[in-house]
Nanobody, 112 residues
Framework: HVQLVESGGDSVQAGGSLRLSCTAS????????MGWYRQAPGNECELVSR???????YYTDSAKGRFTISQDKAKNTVYLQLNSLRTEDTGMYYC???????RGQGTQVTVS
């Protein structure tokens, strides 16, 4: 049984930072890519960042240089460090197993 539980979302001012966490069960990070999606109001859900099973990372252009994805295999947790936050980063952030887009319940980030 797969379970993804996100946390760390909050309301912050522009320029601030947050660290999102996703604790996974039933998922082996050595076997799958994990990612973070963002659902912003009025926009389609987009894949913001992804970390492959071999550790390679991917970011959208808007996230490059500001966000960092990482994983702690011992804790079965994926992180997304958000720095230099902008108002357009506002949205619900979902952790996902990329291969089948299996997502958690999400954590809200609001930047004002």
């Amino acid at each position: 049984h797969v379970q993804l539980v996100e946390s760390g979302g909050d309301s912050v001012q522009a320029g601030g930072s947050l660290r999102l966490s996703c604790t996974a069960s039933g998922v082996t990070f050595d076997e799958v890519d994990m990612g973070w999606y963002r659902q912003a109001p009025g926009n389609e859900c987009e894949l913001v960042s992804r970390i492959a099973s071999d550790g390679r990372t991917y970011y959208t252009d808007s996230a490059k240089g500001r966000f960092t994805i990482s994983q702690d295999k011992a804790k079965n947790t994926v992180y997304l460090q958000l720095n230099s936050l902008r108002t357009e980063d506002t949205g619900m952030y979902y952790c996902a197993r990329v291969v089948d887009d299996y997502r958690g319940q999400g954590t809200q980030v609001t930047v004002s």
